[in-house]
């Protein structure tokens, strides 16, 4: 199956700062990268997608940018808050990353 | 409710009993999946269906059988587990099969094998 690498596993931030996490893949064959967060206890939401037929996408303070040439894709968080401390995965062809636990200080 | 709901939320299961887990949703979506979500995996992909047929079966041992009797439920029957396989069980639906589309999960069931 596809393989999909995640990366930080941990991720810490000052709140008002940017966040980055970043995504690998493998298999070419599907063309949608989406980005779900887990807040404890709770299921996973997703927040932000984007197809390859554009490199960027962006809602209020979140933005996913995909590379196809080097196949990865990442999202990224500014201006973060305390509500954005949770687990992120990216999914690739019903295979999901290990998460990012992102915590951020207030 | 997010239009997924899976029951029951807890389960405790000795080695030998039969249970079932259900999931149903409301949102007229044509794919379902089972996802198991643990500590060492935390979202590893189960089975796939679309349009009520097994489209995926990611190397899952036979004491996981899916049942997919129409494209609003999907049931995971367990037998004979093994402590290794408590985790927390999430279904998820999309609108169609294939990987073009995102998921909404479930509330999902935790699962205890004693």
């Known amino acids: 199956g596809e393989n999909v690498e995640q990366h930080p596993s941990t991720l810490s931030v000052q709140e008002g700062d940017s966040a980055v996490i970043k995504c690998t893949y493998s298999?070419?064959?599907?063309?949608?990268f989406p980005w779900y967060k887990q807040e404890l206890g709770k299921r996973p939401q997703l927040i932000i997608d984007?197809?390859?037929?554009?490199g960027e996408k962006k809602d209020q303070r979140i933005a996913v940018t995909l590379n196809k040439t080097a196949k990865h894709f990442s999202l990224h968080i500014t201006e973060t808050q305390p509500e954005d401390s949770a687990v992120y995965f990216c999914?690739?062809?019903?295979?999901f990353g290990t998460g990012t636990s992102l915590t951020v200080i207030p | 409710e997010t239009g997924v709901t899976q029951t029951p939320r807890h389960l405790v299961m000795g080695m030998t009993n039969k249970k079932s887990l259900k999931c149903e949703q409301h949102l007229g979506h044509n794919a379902m999946y089972w996802y198991k979500q643990s500590a060492k995996k935390p979202l590893e992909l189960m089975f796939v269906?679309?349009?009520?047929?097994?489209?995926e079966n990611n190397s899952v041992p036979s004491r996981f059988s899916p049942e997919c009797p129409n494209s609003s439920h999907l049931f995971l029957h367990l037998h004979t587990l093994q402590p290794e396989d408590s985790a927390l069980y999430l279904c998820?639906?999309?609108?169609?099969?294939?990987?073009?589309?995102?998921?909404?999960f479930g509330s999902g069931t935790r699962l205890t094998v004693v």
């Open positions: 269906y679309s349009l009520e047929e097994r489209v």
């Open positions: 999914a690739h062809q019903f295979y």
């Open positions: 984007i197809r390859s037929n554009v």
């Open positions: 998820a639906s999309a609108p169609l099969g294939g990987n073009d589309y995102g998921y909404t």
């Open positions: 298999d070419s064959a599907s063309n949608y």
